[in-house]
């Protein structure tokens, strides 16, 4: 069962699971601990426990979390507060991928202003090597 989520004005969602994205235009207040696929938010928003995202996290606007985030890329035009740890996992995969030598070719100026690390080898091809 798919439940979708959105807020358009001001509201709040429950603590829960939902198997969809969770969608905030205007503000709103999400009680408790949250899992969801995805989070976009387009105005503000309230997370009063932790939210786990299987995929992205949007912000334009501003959000606050009191507790841990976990999502597969975070992104954020205006402010985000995180009251607790971050996990990223992208950043996670590049950062091992970086330690394990798979890019020691690619010059460090290929690493600068770019945001994953795949944008850093598409830099790198774009380039020419």
Do not use: Q
């Amino acid at each position: 069962m798919v439940i979708i989520m959105h807020i358009s004005g001001s509201g709040h969602i429950p603590a829960g699971e939902y198997n969809d994205k969770i969608s905030v235009s205007g503000s709103g207040r999400l009680d408790g601990n949250i899992r969801c696929t995805a989070l976009s938010v387009a105005g503000s928003a309230h997370c009063a426990g932790s939210l786990t995202c299987t995929e992205d996290i949007r912000v334009s606007g501003s959000a606050h979390m009191d507790e841990g985030v976990t999502a597969a890329s975070l992104s954020v035009s205006g402010s985000a507060h995180i009251g607790g740890d971050l996990t990223i996992k992208e950043t996670i995969r590049g950062f091992k991928e970086i330690i394990e030598g798979k890019h020691d070719a690619i010059p460090e100026s290929c690493f600068l202003f770019a945001g994953t690390i795949d944008d850093v080898v598409a830099k790198w091809k774009g380039e020419g090597k």
